[in-house]
């Protein structure tokens, strides 16, 4: 037990704190080529000078905040209606698949004032003839940037929200509360969500930590001029003068700051929640019926701007000719598709997903299996949330650091290491579930009829949960193909991947360019998705108990 958390601590809780502690040196003066400190190093005052600082934090705090309330907001309503939909979690989990860079270039192709919405009605309704002087992408109040992130993080709020649902008897909590004249919607809002909130909580604060942080999304979608704290962040360490390190630095021990204040007060921010909600239930408010119609409404409109801005991509990826306010393309071809060169970043990054998943799996199975074994927990939870609470700016530059004073240059292995801290807690939550569910008696029964630890998890344990190992597969993949920094910083632009190609070919250079690495970033994870589905459905087409039952 003392080996495995000696095993974990280095491999995940060590990377993290030596990048945190790297980064907070660098603010205060260390200077990593002389290895000494800077006692005259004024990296927060310079950060604080710098222009449009201000509006950056106030950009990073609306956009944040605005993107998690919205998030959770919409989620409501919708796990309302879909927690009486049985197969609800599979048909999300492939929603999630969609990388938020691909989504981004989608929807920068949709919304933007030449884009496909645009276009579609234009001139007959709008008499435009050319593209409107309209900022639709890129507004300075992160608008679009909010609409970005809510597509994503959505779906994945709802899914935590039918998972925690899925012990509990919805059915008969909600005839109690219809048998005291409550409709379905209220009873929802005010008697059953509030019991799953505590189990939403973790997911919620990873959104909120995401939102505050986020860089692919920010890059495409956000402000320019000043742009979002992390995008300034990244601005400064891309910057020739290697003396804007210290400020670059200082601003992510400022962006730390802003994530835990901000985490702090939503905390707050529920006990002041609850206690003016039972002020309003003992005075007898049960809110308005028609409420509930929002998010649902809100969810078809996001449904549409999801599968416009897919639409949008495929339309630019073989598109000739599209000059505006055509509605659609003059012709189609691939000639593009054979000519572009995504073949190697595609090699790459199911490489770097293969690599990075493999291991993440292989240490999540030994870690259930040592707690199995011992009939002990290993008590490192905060381990793997750390990376997830963390802006991955705030670490990672700090990480990159270290991987050189380790001997370890800018490579695929260092950057599968990177992959690897956000890929594990993923594999990790996804598998530790329907793992700690497993009826003990059959292992029980495996043991009385001769079967050592190992064969018990060869022969029981893993045939019955082939259903959630893919799933988690399934998810690790999504995750390690949806990186960027993980892989920009700790590869030095020196590992070409699909994320970080498409990011850069959308801000100007060939929209069909870009239109081709986002599909294929989007394609990867879908695919992972539908054979993590298929193959327990086929190993297992003669044992109905066996085919995805756990999950």
């Not at 993107?67 to 009486?84: D, E, K, N």
């Not at 021990?253 to 802003?258: P, Y």
């Not at 690599?355 to 490192?380: G, N």
């Not at 045939?463 to 993980?486: E, N, T």
């Amino acid at each position: 037990m003392i080996a495995a958390r000696a095993l974990f601590l280095l491999l995940f809780g060590a990377p993290v704190l030596i990048g945190v502690g790297l980064t907070l040196g660098t603010a205060l003066g260390w200077q990593p080529g002389i290895g000494r400190f800077d006692l005259g190093g004024q990296g927060f005052a310079q950060a604080l000078a710098l222009p449009g600082f201000t509006s950056s934090l106030r950009l990073t705090l609306i956009t944040g905040i605005g993107a998690t309330l919205g998030s959770l907001f919409v989620s409501v309503p919708l796990g309302l209606w879909l927690v009486r939909k049985a197969g609800a979690v599979r048909f999300l989990t492939p929603i999630l698949a969609v990388p938020h860079a691909a989504l981004a270039i989608g929807l920068a192709f949709l919304l933007s004032p030449s884009g496909w919405a645009a276009r579609l009605i234009s001139p007959w309704a709008t008499g435009w003839d050319l593209p409107p002087a309209l900022v639709t992408v890129g507004d300075p109040w992160g608008m679009t940037l909010i609409l970005g992130l809510m597509l994503k993080e959505v779906p994945f709020l709802v899914l935590a929200t039918l998972v925690a649902a899925g012990p509990r008897d919805i059915s008969g909590q909600m005839a109690a509360g219809r048998a005291l004249g409550y409709p379905r919607g209220q009873v929802w809002r005010l008697m059953i969500w509030p019991q799953l909130y505590p189990a939403l909580r973790l997911p919620v604060l990873i959104v909120l930590g995401f939102s505050l942080s986020v860089v692919d999304m920010a890059l495409v979608l956000g402000p320019s001029n000043p742009p979002v704290m992390a995008v300034q962040i990244l601005r400064l360490f891309g910057a020739p003068d290697p003396a804007m390190a210290q400020p670059a630095s200082a601003m992510e021990v400022i962006l730390l700051g802003v994530m835990a204040a901000s985490l702090l007060t939503w905390l707050a921010g529920e006990r002041l929640v609850v206690v003016l909600g039972r002020a309003w239930l003992r005075r007898g408010g049960r809110g308005h019926r028609g409420a509930q119609m929002v998010g649902p409404f809100m969810a078809i409109i996001g449904m549409g701007l999801g599968i416009g801005a897919l639409g949008a991509l495929v339309l630019w990826s073989m598109a000739t000719f599209w000059r505006f306010p055509d509605a659609w393309p003059s012709g189609f071809s691939t000639r593009l598709w054979r000519a572009a060169d995504w073949v190697g970043p595609t090699l790459n990054t199911l490489a770097l997903a293969v690599a990075s998943t493999t291991i993440a799996l292989c240490l999540a199975l030994f870690w259930l299996e040592i707690e199995d074994r011992t009939q002990r927990r290993l008590h490192l939870g905060w381990m793997i949330a750390m990376p997830l609470l963390l802006p991955q700016i705030g670490f990672l530059q700090g990480l990159t650091t270290g991987f050189l004073w380790l001997g370890l240059p800018p490579s695929a292995v260092a950057v599968t290491w990177a992959e690897l801290l956000f890929v594990f807690p993923y594999v990790m939550i996804a598998l530790a579930g329907p793992w700690r569910a497993l009826d003990p008696a059959l292992m029980a029964s495996a043991a009385s009829l001769g079967a050592g630890p190992l064969r018990r998890l060869l022969a029981v344990k893993l045939p019955m949960l082939l259903a959630p190992i893919m799933m988690a597969v399934a998810i690790g993949v999504a995750v390690s193909v949806a990186q960027y920094l993980a892989v920009l910083l700790p590869g030095a632009g020196r590992v070409q991947v699909l994320a970080t190609e498409a990011v850069a070919l959308a801000s100007g250079a060939d929209r069909r360019l870009a239109a081709i690495m986002a599909l294929m970033q989007a394609a990867l994870p879908l695919m992972g998705y539908l054979l993590a589905l298929a193959l327990p459905l086929w190993l297992h087409r003669n044992r109905r108990g066996l085919r995805g039952g756990t999950l």
